[in-house]
């Protein structure tokens, strides 16, 4: 089962690779039941093949430049720096099509022009021609064209031209239906006994959900309550079993009966999955192959870190920053948590397709302890990448169907004494404010390409992330804001007014300017809030932030959520030590 694996695995990158860095896989679902096939985690569709297209070609001229080489030579030296299991792969690419690439970058033609010119940047018709660097001075359309004049003479090309997606190369299509299979039911890939969790970290495996510690017995699982005290075995997973030879008490009974254990779950979107492409991946002075070593990882989890998120991290961060979440905070309290955790959260996640998201939850009503769960969409409900945004927003009344049919939905999953914690939107005109006029990674060498010019981009492409937010248009950004508020209070209403007989529910803001505020004391600026490449999600800085914020108004306003304080502690680590770890 290993080597099928990691020959999906490895697959699963190629078919990475040849979307190139598709750094719109934010961009919202549309709303409704239903996610999109394959759910955004590689975008099959134009507007991202374009914006990979756009980023890559960006990065070979810049090695080129910044390493004073030949393109050619810096199509070999990214390549290099791709791990060596794909390494080959590569540089097939980079022999079919380098030289074609490398002609019209020897002929100071830019990244928009190159793209438009292999046909992966398209005009629809009656729209402009969507671009991310200034025009060069004879026109875009007439650069193009000239361009497509030197295309025309290219026999290699034309094969590959044709394909109107990566998903249309036949030896591709049965792979692209498998990933699709996996990333739209949101389930551990490799989950032998069928109970939704994994012994493997991606692929939706334990970097979402806690550790499986026996992937052979359906009953065994992170967060139910102890069979027969797990006097013979670990039934939980929380690393506490057997008896105490002291007084043949079992260990979980003595440490853990009227512990008030309880899980953790997110659902969520791309914030609380932890969105996150990694800077170094576009900035060619930091570029290197330690750059790329974490490039399998990120694809398999489709470029989410949700392993280092606000909610469900566990591990050390890696990509900046530190890690601090309510799961760790809860496993501090009462080390009978652990493992415990569960991030249902996918890029583009609102509230009309978390009704489809919420069925991968693993709660069972008897057996299972109870659960906190963060109910999370703060932006996609009002983010969409439509040129009529306003029109494709949810309204008010959606928002109170979808919120309700899901808290029924989890009435009728979630143990007794489970809780719910309602988070509103967020105020998203902090992002233009804090970086329009900043120059984005893949701008730092020339100092050719700001945050501005990213989103108009994305934008003209119709596949932005938030059209409402990141525009100039400052009416569009109010008006946004102001739907966002208008949902959060239906948000607030429900916590007020509705009652369900397995959890109780709260409700609270969404803590962006309490985490500036925290942020500035600590000597920050705003802007390193934000993740820098897609310029839209919450930094690494920023989730750790408002973990404490979140801990310390369900500390001080709702005590009973967090449970107590398990008196126990010292002695399970004592005997367990990292209970068998994450």
């Known amino acids: 089962?290993?080597?099928?694996?990691?020959?999906?695995?490895?697959?699963?990158?190629?078919?990475?690779?040849?979307?190139?860095?598709?750094?719109?896989?934010?961009?919202?679902?549309?709303?409704?039941?239903?996610?999109?096939?394959?759910?955004?985690?590689?975008?099959?569709?134009?507007?991202?093949?374009?914006?990979?297209?756009?980023?890559?070609?960006?990065?070979?001229?810049q090695l080129a430049q910044w390493h004073n080489s030949t393109v050619k030579a810096a199509v070999e030296r990214l390549c290099d720096y791709i791990p060596e299991k794909l390494q080959g792969f590569c540089y097939v690419l980079a022999e079919l099509y380098g030289p074609h690439i490398a002609e019209l970058i020897d002929k100071e033609m830019n990244a928009d022009v190159v793209c438009h010119s292999l046909r992966l940047c398209k005009q629809d018709p009656g729209q402009p021609l969507c671009h991310l660097y200034s025009p060069p001075k004879v026109g875009l359309s007439v650069a193009i064209r000239k361009a497509k004049r030197i295309m025309k003479t290219s026999k290699d090309l034309k094969s590959f031209m044709g394909f109107s997606s990566v998903c249309a190369f036949p030896l591709l299509a049965n792979l692209?239906?498998?990933?699709?299979?996996?990333?739209?039911?949101?389930?551990?890939f490799e989950d032998f006994d069928g109970d939704k969790f994994s012994t493997f970290p991606t692929l939706r495996g334990y970097h979402w959900r806690g550790r499986?510690?026996?992937?052979?017995?359906?009953t065994v699982y992170p967060g139910r309550r102890p069979d027969n005290w797990d006097a013979k075995s670990d039934s939980n997973c929380n690393g506490i079993w057997g008896v105490d030879p002291k007084d043949g008490i079992p260990y979980e009974e003595k440490f853990c009966k009227g512990a008030d254990?309880?899980?953790?779950?997110?659902?969520?979107?791309?914030?609380?999955?932890?969105?996150?492409?990694?800077?170094?991946?576009?900035?060619?002075?930091?570029?290197?192959?330690?750059?790329?070593?974490?490039?399998?990882?990120?694809?398999?989890?489709e470029f989410d870190w949700p392993q280092f998120s606000e909610i469900t991290g566990f591990l050390n961060s890696t990509i900046g920053g530190w890690t601090d979440s309510l799961y760790l905070r809860l496993r501090k309290r009462n080390r009978c948590?652990?493992?415990?955790?569960?991030?249902?959260?996918?890029?583009?996640?609102?509230?009309?397709?978390?009704?489809?998201?919420?069925?991968?939850?693993?709660?069972?009503?008897?057996?299972?302890?109870?659960?906190?769960?963060?109910?999370a969409t703060i932006g996609n409900d009002v983010c969409n990448g439509e040129r009529d945004t306003l029109a494709h927003m949810t309204t008010p009344k959606e928002m109170l169907s979808n919120?309700?049919?899901?808290?029924?939905?989890?009435?009728?999953?979630?143990?007794?004494?489970?809780?719910?914690?309602?988070?509103?939107?967020?105020d998203g005109r902090f992002l233009w404010d804090n970086l329009h006029d900043r120059y984005h990674p893949l701008g730092q060498l020339n100092k050719d390409v700001t945050y501005s010019q990213v989103y108009s981009f994305l934008d003209c492409l119709q596949v932005s992330p938030c059209s409402g937010w990141l525009t100039p248009n400052e009416t569009l950004r109010n008006l946004t804001s102001e739907r966002a508020l208008q949902l959060s209070n239906v948000l607030k209403e429900i916590a007020r007014?509705?009652?369900?007989?397995?959890?109780?529910i709260f409700y609270m803001d969404f803590p962006l300017r309490q985490t500036a505020e925290e942020w500035r004391k600590m000597?920050?600026?705003?802007?390193?809030?934000?993740?820098p490449v897609d310029g839209f999600h919450p930094s690494q800085i920023a989730a750790a932030l408002g973990t404490g914020i979140t801990w310390q108004k369900a500390l001080h306003e709702w005590p009973q959520v967090l449970g107590k304080e398990n008196p126990f502690n010292d002695q399970i680590e004592a005997i367990f030590k990292d209970q068998g770890g994450h």
Not at 212 to 218: E, P, V
Not at 497 to 504: I, M
């Open 212 to 218: 499986d510690c026996n992937d052979k017995n359906t």
């Open 523 to 531: 000597g920050g600026e705003p802007w390193q809030l934000i993740e």
């Open 497 to 504: 007014s509705e009652k369900f007989a397995n959890f109780d």
């Open 261 to 301: 254990s309880r899980g953790v779950v997110l659902l969520g979107d791309s914030a609380g999955a932890h969105f996150h492409i990694p800077p170094e991946w576009m900035t060619v002075t930091q570029m290197s192959a330690k750059s790329f070593a974490n490039l399998p990882m990120a694809f398999s989890d």
């Open 1 to 61: 089962m290993k080597e099928s694996r990691q020959t999906f695995l490895n697959l699963f990158c190629i078919l990475g690779l040849l979307l190139l860095l598709k750094t719109a896989s934010c961009s919202p679902l549309p709303r409704g039941k239903d996610p999109r096939a394959p759910s955004l985690p590689f975008g099959l569709y134009k507007g991202h093949t374009c914006v990979g297209c756009v980023l890559v070609v960006s990065v070979i001229e």
């Open 403 to 426: 919120v309700v049919q899901a808290l029924r939905y989890l009435d009728s999953h979630l143990p007794n004494g489970s809780h719910v914690i309602l988070t509103g939107l967020v």
């Open 337 to 375: 948590n652990h493992r415990d955790l569960q991030n249902i959260s996918q890029n583009g996640g609102s509230s009309g397709n978390l009704l489809s998201l919420i069925k991968s939850l693993a709660r069972n009503q008897l057996l299972d302890n109870p659960a906190i769960v963060i109910y």
């Open 176 to 188: 692209c239906e498998k990933i699709k299979f996996v990333l739209r039911n949101k389930l551990p």
